[in-house]
């Protein structure tokens, strides 16, 4: 297939292309340069919120498939740039979603497990309604919606707490802090599912894969995460207790913390769709924690 990638320097764009170059012809784009280039992947500058400049690069392309990574994630950061934010997760994600739909391209938009209020005592599964909190979950909330509105074919694929190279993460800001603090004070009211890059770049992958070999295709939303859940004081704990630190993590509140952007107290994403499928679980996100410390170190 000839496939697109947009965000492609970022944290599961870059990911993305090293998983599947080789097998398809593959297009990267991306609003600045990529540090590192994977061999065989043609890389080109694109701001997706230009409506004018996205509609020519994909018409240029003519991609089979988009994969839309690219986005705003500073979820904090997103409370005082409102209008920037819904530029690039919304808009640009319209843009994308148009410019699929006139040459029919099939389009994979990457969401998150924000888009739920975390009112539910239960993992989320794709057939709950969202209802996004934050700046940051109404703009992807809204390219969830034009993605379904604009495009004949496509997968939503929502996943949670994404760690990996290439990209701020929450295991990096760890790390770093465990240089300077004897201490670290980390939020135990919040729950989610910690994400390897890697495993979720393989499931798309496998996603793909498996799509061209099913003459419907298995289009529609899916959300896909490491297995296993914890809260981000207990996912500090094991980075803590992985690196062979001897610093200390101790527990706080989101009240206590009172960081800019609400966030849901339980965002765990069941991959039920995945499940129903009959897909092998994706591992357990203690190990994927332990496999992305080794590569970095």
């Known amino acids: 297939m000839r496939i697109l990638i947009t965000g492609a320097t970022g944290m599961l764009g870059s990911e993305l292309a090293a998983t599947l170059a080789g097998e398809h012809e593959l297009w ?18 694109l701001d997706i919120v230009n ?31 409102s209008d920037l934010v819904f530029q690039v997760n919304a808009i640009g994600t319209r843009n994308v979603a148009l410019s699929c739909q006139k040459f029919d391209a099939a389009l994979i938009y990457i969401s998150t497990d924000y888009v739920f ?45 994404m760690f990996g190279k290439n990209g701020r993460n929450f295991v990096q800001a760890m790390l770093s802090q465990l240089k300077n603090q004897h201490s670290l004070k980390v939020v135990k009211d919040q729950v989610g ?11 798309i992958k496998e996603l793909i894969t498996v799509n061209q ?3 419907t295709g298995l289009y529609g939303i899916w959300h896909l995460t490491n297995s296993g859940f914890c809260s981000w004081y207990e996912f500090a704990a094991e980075i803590v207790r992985l690196s062979q630190s001897h610093e200390t993590v101790e ?16 965002s765990v994403l069941r991959n039920y769709n995945w499940e129903l499928q009959n897909f092998a679980a994706l591992p357990p996100w203690q190990d994927a924690l332990r496999r992305y410390l080794v590569t970095i170190k």
């Open 28 to 45: 990267a784009v991306d609003i600045r340069k990529p540090l590192e280039t994977v061999p065989g992947v043609q890389y080109q500058l």
């Open 51 to 81: 409506t004018k400049e996205t509609f020519s690069a994909i018409t240029r392309i003519n991609p089979e498939l988009v994969i839309h990574t690219a986005a705003f994630t500073d979820v904090d950061g997103a409370e005082t740039k």
């Open 117 to 161: 209020d975390g009112q539910k005592t239960e993992p989320y599964v794709e057939f709950d309604q969202p209802h996004p909190l934050s700046i940051y979950a109404q703009s992807k909330y809204w390219g969830e919606l034009y993605t379904q509105w604009l495009v004949n074919r496509f997968m939503i694929i929502r996943t949670s707490w």
């Open 193 to 203: 599912s910690p994400t390897y890059a890697v495993d979720l770049a393989l499931a």
């Open 213 to 215: 070999q099913v003459s």
């Open 251 to 266: 527990s706080t509140t989101s009240e206590q913390l009172q960081r800019p952007a609400v966030r849901p107290k339980n």
